[in-house]
């Protein structure tokens, strides 16, 4: 008897939040099976100090392309956005007029921001205004914005900035790296903006159905615009990080996190054809993929060998998904034959056993 | 009458946008507007314009591919590598290979998408990163250098099919893949008119409950769409190879975006249901003139990715501003949902 009262709340946990609870034993298993299988590497200091440190600029971009998949749309241009940022910011640096003023450092962040603002308004007009599908908006701002960065540079990388500039990506404070209370500190504003504000709510609304927004009274196309500012917004961010991190920025840095910032979020539980998804399921998600990479490398894993793993875990999530879609459609399904077929006996039992 | 039809076209405006760009390169190098260049864009495009119709009946079916170009090359990286290690010399046993895997890796996107129902860009995004990532991992990460490929490879890269001589006494001549392009594209448009599988592409673009509805296998056309899509990377690959007489398992990915580019500018919806045959060739050559010739036009090579980007955006802009204002004439509009 209790068994079965366990069983059952068990099963309206899962039937609840069943991603973020799949998506935790999925964290702990893998935590697990590292620890295990790397004892004395894996959890060390120095690896998850690392870990922290890495893990923030495509978290960023991870939560960038949350907001827009939540919409319904995508965006494809995270990456280049935070490109061209960043050889802005770079070129700002490290000018030599600008040094010796010692106003490069602040000059360089409000750049990054109105930049990369100005970005999120073209892709935000693309979408909303003109009506082009957000795929292929962000498809072509993503080769523009990219091509502007290679034309700012000719192609070539800019290194070697300000030291005081390298706290933003380098730094800890009560040895917690500073990028990683970055992350953190977004990770909640966004968190706070999706699930407490009419912006937030908005937009959930927007991606379950844009013509039912429509007609409740929302202004799909501000929210729309908002959307693809915020993005373009944690884009710049992610881009001061990542120039501040290694010291340097070439046009076409980061490609590979497009994918992986697909991955996270679909992974996190957020529905591609938009309306679903939260910032604790993302975040998981983003911690299951840095201890994967984590671990992979300190296995010596050829990079060759990563893109096929992210290729098929994110395949493998997406069956999943799936799979334990039709399984809880075909619970259903046979539920309610079996409460058709069997209404007043199975009234009878239910009375006798409460 | 005719005249006010074409002006409805979205090929119209897209062809005289290449005929003014081409007048503008020639106006600046005069080299352009030759018969040789015409040959030598035909040959150096064929390539792009089969991976382009595949990607095309895909946006037609209401999907997107993203793999196409990772399945190209595993196609072509896989098959010169087992013809060089089986040490035989043979053009169509290349060309069968490269099909076969073509087909086998296309299936899987067929089985994931048509089967299991999952959204295609996702999907293609998930099976590009696995084949390349399964490639370079297991297959080989050398690139393959001219002196080391088999005879018949480079013979077909520089087969012509009709040769014209210079004034001093050299030849150039029309490349023997263009008549392949030629009859790929007639295949492919024949599926699309003439067949129930082509009609079930066009339906299943347009409203894809209502394709299922009206009785049509949807899984099946799925399944049937990425093979076939398969089959035109597997040729694609060998006609890239033989180009550029040179294997790199890194080459050909990355394009993708481009080739969509192109097939989306040839006035494609990437919603599905409306596009043609036609505005893809020319939305292929307008993307091809613009990548090859900026050289000729005395700019660098850095502006290429600027200018792909500004014709995508300002090409797409104009596109769906277009069908706001047609919808706006309407009075039961349906475009304005946004």
């Known amino acids: 008897m209790k068994v079965n009262i366990i069983k059952e709340q068990l099963g309206t946990v899962i039937r609840e939040h069943p991603k973020n609870l799949i998506l935790l034993m999925l964290l702990v298993l893998i935590l697990i099976l590292l620890t295990v299988a790397i004892p004395d590497r894996f959890l060390t200091r120095v690896n998850l100090e690392s870990m922290a440190f890495q893990l923030p600029e495509f978290g960023l971009l991870a939560l960038a392309m949350m907001l827009a998949m939540i919409t319904g749309g995508i965006d494809l241009s995270v990456v280049s956005i935070a490109n061209l940022a960043g050889v802005v910011a770079a070129k700002i640096l490290t000018s030599e007029a600008l040094a010796s003023s010692g106003l490069s450092i602040p000059l360089a962040v409000v750049v990054v921001f109105i930049l990369s603002a100005v970005c999120g308004l073209l892709n935000g007009t693309l979408i909303a205004v003109i009506g082009v599908p957000a795929i292929l908006a962000t498809l072509g701002s993503q080769g523009l914005l990219l091509g502007i960065a290679i034309l700012l540079t000719k192609g070539h990388g800019i290194s070697g900035f300000p030291d005081s500039f390298m706290v933003v990506g380098g730094g800890s404070l009560l040895g917690i790296p500073i990028p990683f209370l970055l992350f953190l500190s977004m990770a909640a504003v966004v968190g706070m903006i999706l699930s407490r504000t009419r912006q937030g709510f908005c937009m959930y609304m927007v991606g379950t159905n844009p013509v039912v927004a429509r007609f409740s009274g929302i202004s799909n196309r501000r929210v729309i615009i908002n959307t693809y500012l915020m993005t373009a917004i944690l884009a710049g961010l992610a881009s001061l990080i990542m120039i501040s991190r290694v010291n340097s920025i070439r046009p076409g840095y980061g490609a590979a996190y497009l994918l992986q910032a697909i991955l996270v979020v679909v992974l996190g539980g957020v529905d591609p054809k938009g309306g679903f998804g939260s910032v604790p399921g993302v975040v998981m998600g983003l911690f299951i993929l840095q201890l994967t990479r984590s671990g992979l490398n300190i296995l010596s894993f050829s990079p060759f060998f990563k893109k096929f793993i992210w290729g098929s875990a994110l395949l493998g999530i997406m069956l999943l998904n799936v799979l334990v879609h039709r399984y809880g459609e075909f619970r259903r399904a046979k539920a309610v034959a079996k409460s058709q077929v069997l209404g007043e006996e199975d009234e009878q039992v239910s009375q006798r056993t409460r | ?338």
């Open chain 2, 1 to 338: 009458m005719k005249l006010t039809r074409l002006l409805h076209h979205n090929e119209s405006y897209l062809f005289l946008i290449i005929v003014v760009f081409s007048a503008v390169i020639t106006v600046v190098n005069p080299v352009f507007f030759s018969l040789e260049n015409l040959f030598d864009l035909l040959r150096s495009s064929a390539g792009t314009t089969i991976l382009a119709v595949g990607v095309f009946i895909v946006l037609l079916s209401g999907g997107i591919d993203v793999s196409i170009t990772a399945i190209a090359i595993c196609c072509q990286y896989i098959a010169i590598t087992t013809l060089i290690s089986s040490g035989l010399d043979n053009l169509p046993l290349v060309f069968l290979i490269s099909i076969a895997i073509g087909i086998s890796l296309g299936a899987i996107n067929g089985v994931l998408i048509g089967v299991f129902k999952l959204p295609t860009l996702i999907t293609t995004l998930g099976t590009s990163s696995l084949f390349h990532g399964l490639l370079l991992e297991f297959v080989g990460t050398r690139s393959i250098n001219t002196g080391d490929l088999p005879e018949s490879i480079k013979e077909f890269g520089k087969a012509t099919i009709l040769s014209i001589s210079r004034g001093d006494g050299t030849q150039y001549g029309l490349s023997v893949f263009v008549p392949i392009v030629a009859v790929t594209l007639l295949v492919t448009w024949g599926i699309l008119r003439y067949t129930m599988v082509g009609r079930g592409i066009h339906s299943l673009g347009g409203n894809i409950e209502a394709a299922r509805r009206t009785g049509y296998n949807v899984t099946f056309i799925q399944f049937f769409i990425y093979c076939y899509s398969g089959i035109l990377a597997g040729i694609a690959g060998i006609l890239h190879l033989s180009l550029i007489r040179y294997s790199n398992p890194n080459y050909l990915v990355g394009t993708e975006l481009n080739i969509i580019a192109a097939v989306v500018l040839g006035g494609t919806r990437i919603t599905g249901g409306r596009g043609t045959m036609t505005g893809t060739i020319l939305g292929v050559a307008l993307i091809t003139i613009l990548q090859k010739n900026l050289v000729l036009m005395g700019l660098s090579s850095y502006w290429q990715e600027f200018f792909v980007g500004l014709i995508i955006v300002l090409g797409v802009s104009i596109t769906h501003l277009q069908g706001k204002f047609e919808s706006r004439k309407r009075p039961t509009g349906d475009g304005s949902v946004a």
